[in-house]
């Protein structure tokens, strides 16, 4: 059975900042796309970062040069780095594993940018 746990969501001040850390069950985590996504309320699921197996990663423009997204294939983690939180930051962020036609979810955790 695979498992994705998100862990490390909660209430930050803008400006402020928060680690995301996704443990993964029940997959070869070195062969899967990892990914961060987000969904605020009233907007689609957005992807925030990915990173591939090899380590190559992508961000959604919005969150390059504040998120750093990284993974250790041995523990099947991966995790997210968000500095300088902005309020439009705020969703529910989704951790994510792809690898050919196999796709999974985490069941998300939220994170609020507010003071």
């Known amino acids: 059975q695979v498992q994705l746990v998100e862990s490390g969501g909660g209430l930050v001040q803008p400006g402020g900042s928060l680690r995301l850390s996704c443990a993964a069950s029940g997959i070869v985590g070195s062969l899967y796309t990892m990914g961060w996504y987000r969904q605020a309320p009233g907007k689609q699921r957005e992807l925030v970062a990915e990173?591939?197996?090899?380590?190559?990663?992508n961000y959604a423009n919005s969150v390059k040069g504040r998120f750093t997204i990284s993974r250790n294939n041995v523990q099947n983690t991966v995790s997210l780095q968000m500095r300088t939180l902005r309020p439009e930051d705020t969703a529910v962020y989704y951790c994510?594993?792809?690898?050919?036609?196999?796709?999974?979810w985490g069941q998300g955790t939220q994170v609020t940018v507010s003071s």
């Open positions: 994510r594993a792809t690898f050919r036609t196999s796709n999974f």
């Open positions: 990173i591939a197996g090899g380590g190559s990663t």
